[in-house]
Nanobody, 114 residues
């Protein structure tokens, strides 16, 4: 059974940082395409960052230069380091694993407000 468990969300002020974690079980993060997506109220879910099995990485233009996706194969965990957070980053953040089949985590709330 595949499980993706996100953690690390919270309420922060603009300019602050958070690190999200996605702990995987039942699937190898090193053998899967792993991604972070987010969904703000009233909006569609959108891609934030992905890391492929080849270690190539892509970011959405809105987070490029501020967010960093990484992978710890030994811990079977994917991270999203978010720096210089802005109010428009407020959303539920989801972890996604793709290896033939797509799996989603339950999401973690990130709120950026002064």
């Amino acid at each position: 059974q595949v499980q993706l468990v996100e953690s690390g969300g919270g309420l922060v002020q603009p300019g602050e940082s958070l690190r999200l974690s996605c702990a995987a079980s039942g699937i190898s993060v090193s053998l899967s395409r792993m991604g972070w997506y987010r969904q703000a109220p009233g909006k569609e879910r959108e891609l934030v960052a992905i890391i492929r099995t080849s270690d190539t990485i892509d970011y959405s233009d809105s987070v490029k230069g501020r967010f960093t996706i990484s992978r710890d194969n030994a811990k079977n965990t994917v991270y999203l380091q978010m720096d210089n957070l802005k109010p428009e980053d407020t959303a539920v953040y989801y972890c996604k694993a793709t290896r033939g089949i797509v799996y989603w985590g339950q999401g973690t709330q990130v709120s950026v407000s002064s």
